[in-house]
């Protein structure tokens, strides 16, 4: 069966530390793989995307590796700070078409 | 980047009726999308609301539950009907263009049915 999965378990991190979390995904072929950022009570932000021909991809504090062998994402936020608190979704295109499939998202808790 | 409004924001409605949520996009877009966001859970896909003509849905949500028209490129409405409390969940609008190929959202709409 078609599965994603986010570290199931809430990430809580000290502050200026990285933050790493893990997108695996099974039985799919995404052209593409997107983060998002979610706050409670808002829609996900877009933060960063990568190809299927991309093995990294940074913006600022962030980045992305996508290694399609593994079939594996993660997602690294440098120098954490408690603004960085949120909900962490990853997402797959596997259509090109827009359609995207979600993860179920990582729940990161920076602390000062 | 495009900004993208719901309204209502939220509403509480009673079991047997409808709601029709409103999706406003600042630029044209492609596409625009909808999805569900059940309590404590990930976003699932409802459909792809296609300008001018019936919407694409996907396996589990069927057009007599969730009508959606896209009169423009800048506008389009969901409407949630015959609402049973199973339905008590947030709904986003989405909106992407060709390239890039990120996707804007709304900020939902949240809906309780009692």
């Known amino acids: 069966s078609q599965k994603i999965e986010q570290n199931s378990e809430a990430l809580n991190i000290q502050e200026g530390k990285t933050a790493t979390l893990t997108c695996n995904y099974t039985?799919?072929?995404?052209?593409?793989l997107q983060w998002y950022r979610q706050d409670p009570g808002r829609g996900p932000v877009f933060l960063l995307l990568?190809?299927?021909?991309?093995k990294e991809k940074r913006k600022e504090r962030l980045k992305v590796t996508f290694d399609t062998t593994l079939k594996q994402s993660l997602f690294h936020i440098t120098a954490s700070q408690p603004a960085d608190s949120a909900t962490y979704l990853c997402?797959?295109?596997?259509?090109?078409?827009?359609?995207?499939?979600f993860g179920q998202g990582t729940e990161l808790s920076v602390k000062p | 980047s495009a900004v993208i409004s719901q309204k209502p924001s939220r509403d509480i409605c009673q079991r047997g009726t409808s709601l029709t949520i409103q999706c406003q996009v600042d630029?044209?877009?492609?596409?625009m999308f909808w999805y569900r966001q059940q309590p404590g859970q990930s976003l699932t896909l409802i459909a792809t609301?296609?300008?001018?003509?019936?919407?694409?849905?996907e396996s589990g949500f069927v057009i007599d539950k969730f009508p959606i028209s896209r009169p423009n490129l800048t506008f389009s409405t969901l409407t949630v009907s015959n609402l049973s409390p199973e339905d008590s969940s947030i709904y986003l609008c989405?909106?992407?263009?060709?390239?890039?190929?990120?996707?804007?959202f709304g900020p939902g709409t949240r809906l309780t049915v009692t």
């Open positions: 997402a797959l295109d596997i259509y090109q078409g827009g359609k995207l499939i």
């Open positions: 039985n799919y072929s995404p052209a593409y």
């Open positions: 990568i190809r299927e021909n991309e």
């Open positions: 630029s044209q877009v492609t596409m």
């Open positions: 609301a296609n300008q001018g003509s019936e919407a694409t849905y």
């Open positions: 989405s909106g992407r263009d060709r390239d890039p190929y990120e996707q804007y």
